[in-house]
């Protein structure tokens, strides 16, 4: 868990070096706090303690590093969740355990969350914005074979399995709009709760 | 119903006028097709057949008609899924109703719900945001109410009540990020089985 913790989304890690990192873990807290206008160049340099011209000598543009945030972020969670499955458990332990795995996700790399949220919606790349959608389904690829092996194996009645995986991927996708990192329940608690609700649903049996 | 269908949501209804309304219905229709940045007040005054003097005379610019857009549409939520709880009907039959009266008024107001949506998370003016939180909150205490209700009445085990809140709420307002207006389900039918699932649970019994 301290490598994953460690871990930051990068474009290529081959390319990587500790300078890149750098900018790249700064320019994500300084997005998630400012947002994407509110931060400029010459904040993301000062906040590296480096000179506007050895930034961009890494990064052409804001653009870029943003970019390099946003789709790294998709990416990681992908194999973050993806580790995370307990191999040989019942269907329904391991949703409870993507669902789980995605808050622990979003409580780690909140900033990252955040900047590829933003972009996953806005970006005018094409190019990059396909990349993303292929990490982001295959990330969704992953609960809706789980909902639909949880169907076969008589866990779950059967549903209709694509909104069943929108309403569990809506419950973790929202979550960034609501929960501040202060509140008394953190994400992996509240993303095991609404397993819970989710599963058992709230009617009184 | 033909009464709610044609109203459009107002910043001061006794202000309105036929071209004030016009204004605010293209406005609305342009930023949901191409968003804030993308819509120019040339956009608006084409799209209206007037004279951007003439647009000017009405609005002092652009983030005065979406603000307008945005803070109508927060407060038209409201009552229109107020009007919609059966009187007198079990809580849980009222969620389903607050649920679906919801999917509809996304259904009918595709645009202001997204222009309320992405100016309520960005809106600098601290006094429209206070007063679109304060509508944002009585629509989130109608539902609050009717879980707290339900129960009270043995309808819902004893679940965390704000916790529940969230899950309906994500599950409604995630909608705007995927469904498609030629989707199969409309959003009303989605807010349904949305209330069916979560009610009574994804579980096998």
Known sequence: ????????????????????????????RLFAASGYDGTSMRDIALACGISKSLLYHHFADKDEIFARIALGATRELYHFVHERLPEGAPPSARIRAF?????????????????????????????????RMMWRDRYEGLIRTLISEAIEAGEIRPVDVALAVRLVLSSLNWMHRWHKPDKSMNPVQIADSYFEMIFNGLKQN
């Open 99 to 131: 669902m789980t795995a995605t808050g622990d996700y979003f409580q780690r790399y909140r900033w990252a969350w955040l900047a590829s949220t933003a972009s996953f919606w806005n970006d005018p790349e094409a190019r990059r914005q396909k990349e």
């Open 1 to 28: 868990m301290a490598r994953a913790a460690a871990r930051i989304p990068l474009g290529k890690e081959t390319e990587s070096s500790d300078r890149v990192l750098q900018i790249l873990s700064e320019s994500a």
